[in-house]
């Protein structure tokens, strides 16, 4: 024992931020000041989701209601969780995985967990970047190739609709509407023509928008088969995979200057879209659906599971992101100050884009003459369908197309080049010796751009909607990030110690953060997550994404997706039994303890695990190298 451990004071690392690497190896990035890790989280969290899901989910349960749920579980999950893995980065230095290696050992497999899923994510999640630059470089067509029936896709039943308010000249005595559809009439239906009204026509027919995402966009047919490529979203693919790499090839040293513009220009587009929609006639009622509360709805429990699922989809929690960005921050930089902005900064995104989204969907409804629970959606229907619909019925549709498309594009690509910028710091991390080398990380990253996109590629052919819904549904399932979510916690609160937790970020930013924290990561976040995946089991979840998809066969998939990240818990507490079963929840040595003879978990002030002082073996094991290298004297 060291005469500093014996005194009581710190014992690890005394600069953490001046670790000196191995002979040979690359020292560990940082941020080059704190607007680039606020950018970078701020582009992870701050997706397509908050565009094309709350907004709905929203309007879905009860309006206003969903506020409370949300707030709920954003305030003792969302923000606990998100806080004590970005907080565990930054203390540890590390990525995903050898972060929670370092913490304790038995649980490195929480760490692969969420790599696994961040693989997921960065197989399927750019494929919805694929469609948006497809859409984007037909944005520039005049007319919108998706706005009228008379195009080479469109079949018979196509029937498109024009604006009055865009189109006042179509609207008057006399005019000539024949060009609105393409369906043939057979003499049958002439001589029954009498019998129907206009409704009843059109109930069978479809909308352009719909037939140009089906039968243009995804060319879905009867076999759905995956071999038969898209060649022209296969580009498109690509080319974001190509931007993506780009952005990060260089580590920190470009992501951290990529993002000013794309964490940035979403908002700007957003704000110039929503002033556009709440003048259009109809947006009132557009936002009163979004936002009237209907508090019967409260007592529903599918509303609470919805807003769970939303705030750990929307705060990327459990995916070992925040961990890895958290990692590249100085030591001492203030991250629970950061946590709480940038998680209001997220929620208050979220509701601001309902405004944007609601107020477009209610002037489609009035110029339609449809409710809201015609043209509301959510997902890739509400981006590639219903507003595309909404934005072909304004003056200049052309010009708007182009400002949301590329509101998707940039919503997508920071969040995409963050998850892979964090699989690659995860990497890293886990083989410094090997990939912190002079051009071994541009290689690396080349290697995981190479294989996501090599692995995307079937979700670019006829069946590729299956299985991109498969991995959207399943990939990252709320099933599994509760799971991981309730790990990370009773880890860090009950094995680590939450007193001790406390006292390393009390030594980082110099001060203890709010008590309520201490009790969510003891009792309340395992117990909600816990609460919440106990119902998603209970519940029918059937593994059923079409009506033509074989019900055993995507019940399989859906099952390994699942399975696939949960094993790897259970199975490194196997390894770490059989490797070393004494040290299985003895955190690193080279990890600075502020603290390390206080109690590491007290309740009520009573002691629940006294003090673990580990002795200094980095300094013993400094003396024995030193040893070594001494040269003979003979």
Same mark, same amino acid.
Request: proline content about 6%.
């Given at each position: 024992?060291?005469?500093?451990?014996?005194?009581?004071?710190?014992?690890?690392?005394?600069?953490?931020?001046?670790?000196?690497?191995?002979?040979?190896?690359?020292?560990?990035?940082?941020?080059?000041?704190?607007?680039?890790?606020?950018?970078?989280?701020?582009?992870?969290?701050?997706?397509?989701?908050?565009?094309?899901?709350?907004?709905?989910?929203?309007?879905?349960?009860?309006?206003?209601?969903?506020?409370?749920?949300?707030?709920?579980?954003?305030?003792?999950?969302?923000?606990?969780?998100?806080?004590?893995?970005?907080?565990?980065?930054?203390?540890?230095?590390?990525?995903?995985?050898? #972060?929670?290696?370092? +913490? @304790?050992?038995?649980?490195?497999?929480? =760490?692969?967990? %969420?790599?696994?899923? $961040?693989? /997921?994510?960065?197989?399927?999640?750019?494929?919805?970047?694929?469609?948006?630059?497809?859409?984007?470089?037909?944005?520039?067509?005049?007319?919108?190739?998706?706005?009228?029936?008379?195009?080479?896709?469109?079949?018979?039943?196509?029937?498109?609709?024009?604006?009055?308010?865009?189109?006042?000249?179509?609207?008057?005595?006399?005019?000539?509407?024949?060009?609105?559809?393409?369906?043939?009439?057979?003499?049958?239906?002439?001589?029954?023509?009498?019998?129907?009204?206009?409704?009843?026509?059109?109930?069978?027919?479809?909308?352009?928008?719909?037939?140009?995402?089906?039968?243009?966009?995804?060319?879905?047919?009867?076999?759905?088969?995956?071999?038969?490529?898209?060649?022209?979203?296969?580009?498109?693919?690509? #080319?974001?995979?190509? +931007? @993506?790499?780009?952005?990060?090839?260089? =580590?920190?040293? %470009?992501?951290?200057? $990529?993002? /000013?513009?794309?964490?940035?220009?979403?908002?700007?587009?957003?704000?110039?879209?929503?002033?556009?929609?709440?003048?259009?006639?109809?947006?009132?009622?557009?936002?009163?659906?979004?936002?009237?509360?209907?508090?019967?709805?409260?007592?529903?429990?599918?509303?609470?599971?919805?807003?769970?699922?939303?705030?750990?989809?929307?705060?990327?929690?459990?995916?070992?992101?925040?961990?890895?960005?958290?990692?590249?921050?100085?030591?001492?930089?203030?991250?629970?100050?950061?946590?709480?902005?940038?998680?209001?900064?997220?929620?208050?995104?979220?509701?601001?884009?309902?405004?944007?989204?609601?107020?477009?969907?209610?002037?489609?409804?009035?110029?339609?003459?449809?409710?809201?629970?015609?043209?509301?959606?959510?997902?890739?229907?509400?981006?590639?369908?219903?507003?595309?619909?909404?934005?072909?019925?304004?003056?200049?549709?052309?010009?708007?197309?182009?400002?949301?498309?590329?509101?998707?594009?940039?919503?997508?690509?920071?969040?995409?080049?963050?998850?892979?910028?964090?699989?690659?710091?995860?990497?890293?991390?886990?083989?410094?010796?090997?990939?912190?080398?002079?051009?071994?990380?541009?290689?690396?990253?080349?290697?995981?751009?190479?294989?996501?996109?090599?692995?995307?590629?079937?979700?670019?052919?006829?069946?590729?909607?299956?299985?991109?819904?498969?991995?959207?549904?399943?990939?990252?399932?709320?099933?599994?990030?509760?799971?991981?979510?309730?790990?990370?916690?009773?880890?860090?609160?009950?094995?680590?110690?939450?007193?001790?937790?406390?006292?390393?970020?009390?030594?980082?930013?110099?001060?203890?953060?709010?008590?309520?924290?201490?009790?969510?990561?003891?009792?309340?976040?395992?117990?909600?997550?816990?609460?919440?995946?106990?119902?998603?089991?209970?519940?029918?979840?059937?593994?059923?994404?079409?009506?033509?998809?074989?019900?055993?066969?995507?019940?399989?998939?859906?099952?390994?997706?699942?399975?696939?990240?949960?094993?790897?818990?259970?199975?490194?507490?196997?390894?770490?039994?059989?490797?070393?079963?004494?040290?299985?929840?003895?955190?690193?040595?080279?990890?600075?303890?502020?603290?390390?003879?206080?109690?590491?978990?007290?309740?009520?002030?009573?002691?629940?695990?006294?003090?673990?002082?580990?002795?200094?073996?980095?300094?013993?094991?400094?003396?024995?190298?030193?040893?070594?290298?001494?040269?003979?004297?003979?």
């Amino acid at each position: 024992m060291t005469e500093e451990t014996a005194r009581g004071g710190p014992v690890g690392d005394s600069d953490p931020d001046k670790r000196i690497p191995e002979e040979g190896i690359q020292p560990r990035g940082k941020w080059a000041n704190k607007m680039e890790f606020i950018f970078s989280m701020a582009g992870e969290i701050i997706g397509l989701g908050n565009v094309w899901r709350f907004p709905y989910l929203c309007f879905k349960n009860g309006g206003g209601v969903f506020f409370i749920p949300y707030f709920v579980f954003l305030f003792f999950c969302g923000i606990p969780v998100f806080f004590l893995e970005t907080s565990l980065g930054q203390y540890t230095s590390e990525g995903g995985v050898t #972060a929670w290696r370092k +913490i @304790c050992p038995m649980f490195e497999g929480l =760490g692969l967990a %969420s790599q696994v899923i $961040v693989t /997921y994510l960065n197989i399927y999640y750019i494929v919805v970047l694929a469609w948006g630059i497809f859409y984007l470089y037909n944005s520039f067509k005049s007319p919108l190739p998706w706005s009228s029936c008379d195009n080479p896709w469109n079949t018979n039943l196509c029937h498109s609709s024009i604006s009055k308010f865009a189109n006042p000249h179509l609207f008057q005595p006399d005019s000539n509407w024949s060009f609105l559809n393409n369906i043939t009439t057979p003499d049958y239906f002439t001589e029954n023509y009498t019998y129907m009204n206009e409704t009843d026509i059109f109930s069978i027919s479809t909308s352009p928008e719909e037939e140009f995402w089906i039968h243009r966009v995804l060319r879905m047919s009867d076999g759905m088969s995956i071999t038969n490529m898209h060649w022209d979203l296969a580009l498109c693919l690509l #080319a974001a995979w190509v +931007i @993506c790499y780009f952005c990060i090839f260089k =580590g920190i040293k %470009s992501t951290g200057k $990529v993002v /000013y513009v794309t964490a940035t220009l979403p908002y700007l587009l957003l704000i110039l879209i929503f002033f556009r929609g709440v003048t259009l006639p109809g947006a009132a009622d557009g936002l009163k659906y979004y936002l009237i509360p209907d508090f019967e709805r409260i007592a529903d429990p599918n509303v609470w599971r919805d807003a769970g699922t939303q705030v750990l989809f929307s705060y990327a929690v459990c995916q070992g992101v925040l961990t890895s960005l958290g990692s590249y921050n100085k030591y001492n930089n203030n991250c629970y100050r950061d946590c709480l902005g940038l998680c209001l900064l997220n929620s208050a995104t979220s509701i601001f884009a309902g405004f944007a989204v609601f107020s477009v969907l209610g002037f489609m409804a009035h110029e339609l003459g449809l409710s809201m629970y015609d043209v509301a959606s959510s997902g890739p229907g509400l981006a590639f369908i219903a507003y595309p619909k909404a934005l072909s019925l304004l003056p200049g549709s052309s010009f708007w197309a182009v400002l949301f498309f590329l509101m998707i594009l940039f919503l997508g690509l920071d969040s995409q080049f963050v998850c892979v910028e964090s699989l690659a710091t995860a990497i890293t991390d886990m083989f410094p010796r090997q990939l912190r080398r002079p051009c071994a990380r541009e290689l690396l990253v080349l290697g995981i751009a190479v294989v996501c996109f090599l692995l995307g590629l079937p979700m670019v052919t006829e069946g590729g909607i299956v299985l991109f819904t498969l991995m959207d549904t399943y990939g990252a399932s709320g099933i599994t990030l509760l799971i991981i979510a309730c790990f990370e916690t009773i880890v860090i609160a009950w094995v680590y110690g939450v007193d001790r937790f406390l006292d390393n970020i009390e030594d980082m930013i110099g001060y203890r953060p709010f008590p309520v924290i201490k009790y969510c990561w003891l009792f309340v976040t395992p117990l909600i997550c816990g609460l919440t995946m106990l119902y998603n089991l209970s519940d029918t979840y059937p593994f059923m994404v079409y009506d033509y998809m074989p019900g055993k066969w995507s019940s399989v998939v859906g099952s390994l997706l699942i399975i696939t990240p949960l094993i790897c818990i259970p199975a490194f507490i196997v390894v770490s039994l059989c490797k070393n079963s004494k040290n299985m929840t003895t955190p690193s040595a080279d990890l600075r303890q502020a603290k390390p003879h206080k109690p590491i978990l007290t309740l009520c002030k009573y002691v629940i695990f006294k003090a673990r002082p580990q002795p200094n073996r980095r300094a013993d094991e400094a003396n024995e190298k030193m040893m070594m290298e001494e040269p003979s004297r003979v």
